[in-house]
């Protein structure tokens, strides 16, 4: 069949987390792009079983959070199990992110991957998008002006133009391939995993449920709104060859590491090996195609840090696309790799670490229960990413400041109450702008001029100020978490993160920052 041509400004290939969560920041920024999917079926396999707090940040301001809330549970205590029968209880291995990081999502939420892609499609579809399925991208080649893509779809060969391509097709991806970067590391031969979703007898679903034995540990986790359980079972190192996952061979591991007739299993929808990989590439795109998410790291799942890190990815590029495609400079793409590559190396280390201590423990009950109680804190709620030493990031001038610098994430804050608003700092971060919040004691007009629909501006006044327009801060919140010592500018970029921060008349500096991205090329 002949080639049909068709072009777009972003081919996102996999669909999967990090290619649902871009698809949507590209869709409400109105860029053209599509989004493919080797798979004829949209993923029904669990795989990542929980969101952390920034990426709840991320899915509330693409507005897909409200699903995943309902969806998904936060208190899911855990209990262990002895040889003789005997169980303890215990709380659960998520702990809140701490008060002062000032977030609406402390919590990690337990929920399973498919119901996050399932809340992020349901989204994009509101925002007009639709992922186009068995769509396999078999090679590419790219010239000064673009990537040409040969994809094979259900109707045949396509050559798909676009003046970028974003590989978030997974560990195995083709697209890494086809522009020769190699993930970089090392695989872990002895820490090897089963793993499934089944479904089973015998247990109540307000539980994690784990056994230790001489042989290793098996837990069960349940999938909240289903009555499907996460099963996750070590494999002892001294077996070169694990026999191939099946319901039989499950059961019998339960019984001999549980007890035989204490659980039964009775179907099983997806069971896999996984044997633990600690790599990425050594960068993170290769001129006009990126990638993100798993074909650009992939790691151990302690800390519950694959899914997040990936979404974290598209979060961050997505917005210097879409500058880039409507003529900012080029070269704010080049902080893509720039601010997420330490990032990933970071949940890298932390990941195998925590890993490293469960498969440990992971036949004796006690120092188990200790090693899981220690794989979720403020570095895995993701919470403490700063980009304070990328080259987007202009240091504060002021030398008695305490929080919220330039680089770090922009921290909510509650009680602001203005004409016709009444909410919270991220509800006016929310949409794909830029925010540049102006504590003042009253409004000036000048600010005003700098509105436009790429920035946002909001005067934001102390508590005591009355009969002045604008937003105040009526319990003093926000005056509070960002440290404001006298009448100060803050500039948010459009992924939450302060950009600047400098005295009230500057606004000079604000101008010229965003001159120094958005200039053309």
């Not at 289903?226 to 039989?248: G, N, R």
């Not at 459009?494 to 500096?509: H, K, M, V, W």
Request: glycine share 8%; net charge negative; with cysteine.
């Amino acid at each position: 069949m002949k080639t049909i041509p068709s072009f777009v400004d972003v081919l996102i290939v996999g669909a999967g987390p990090t290619g649902l969560t871009l698809a949507c920041d590209l869709a409400r920024r109105n860029v053209d792009h599509r989004i493919i999917e080797r798979s004829t079926l949209y993923n029904v396999a669990s795989r990542a079983k929980g969101i952390q707090p920034r990426s709840l940040e991320v899915v509330d301001d693409l507005e897909a959070v409200r699903y995943i809330i309902d969806t998904g549970i936060v208190d899911l205590p855990v209990r262990y199990y002895t040889a003789d029968g005997r169980s303890m209880d215990k709380p659960a291995i998520t702990v809140a992110a701490s008060a002062e990081l000032e977030t609406p999502y402390r919590d990690p939420v337990w929920i399973a991957q498919f119901d996050v892609e399932k809340a992020l499609r349901d989204r994009y579809a509101v925002l007009g998008g639709q992922v186009e399925l068995g769509a396999e991208a078999l090679g590419l080649v790219q010239d000064l002006d673009g990537v040409t893509v040969t994809v094979n779809t259900p109707q045949g060969e396509e050559q798909i133009r676009a003046r970028y391509v974003v590989g978030a097709d997974g560990g195995k991806s083709n697209i890494r391939k086809f522009i020769h970067l190699p993930l970089v590391g090392e695989t872990h031969d002895h820490e090897r995993w089963y793993l499934g979703d089944v479904r089973l007898e015998g247990l109540d679903r307000e539980h994690i449920h784990i056994w230790t034995s001489p042989e290793g540990m098996v837990g069960v986790t349940p999938l909240p709104k289903s009555d499907i359980w996460q099963l996750q079972a070590t494999i002892p190192a001294e077996i070169e060859e694990p026999e191939k996952p099946s319901l039989e061979v499950y059961q019998a591991m339960f019984d001999r590491r549980a007890g035989a007739g204490r659980v039964r299993l009775t179907d099983a929808s997806w069971l896999s090996i996984y044997r633990i990989n600690v790599r990425m590439v050594e960068h993170y795109s290769k001129c006009r195609v990126f990638l993100a998410g798993d074909a650009a790291h992939v790691h151990s799942p302690a800390g519950g840090q694959g899914m997040n890190t990936g979404m974290q990815d598209a979060y961050n590029l997505g917005w210097k696309l879409a500058a880039v495609i409507r003529g900012a400079d080029t070269a704010l793409l080049d902080t893509y790799d720039e601010e997420r590559r330490p990032v990933a190396q970071a949940v890298l280390e932390d990941s195998t670490n925590k890993m490293g201590g469960i498969v440990g423990t992971a036949t004796e009950g006690g120092a188990l229960s200790q090693s899981l109680s220690t794989i979720s804190d403020d570095l895995t709620s993701g919470l403490l990413i700063s980009y304070r030493s990328s080259s987007l990031t202009r240091p504060t001038a002021r030398t008695n400041a305490i929080r919220s610098f330039p680089g770090e994430r922009a921290p909510n804050a509650t009680g602001l109450q203005g004409i016709g608003f009444a909410g919270s700092v991220f509800d006016l971060l929310r949409g794909p702008h830029w925010t540049l919040l102006a504590f003042a004691k009253c409004t000036d007009p000048s600010l005003e001029n700098l509105a436009n629909d790429e920035l946002h501006v909001h005067c934001i006044l102390p508590s005591d100020v009355e009969g002045a327009e604008g937003i105040i801060d009526t319990a003093g919140n926000a005056y509070r978490i960002y440290d404001v010592a006298s009448e100060e500018l803050v500039l948010i970029r459009p992924d939450g993160y302060i950009a600047l921060r400098t005295f009230i008349e500057d606004t000079a500096s604000i101008l010229h920052y965003l001159n120094s991205i958005y200039s053309t090329n």
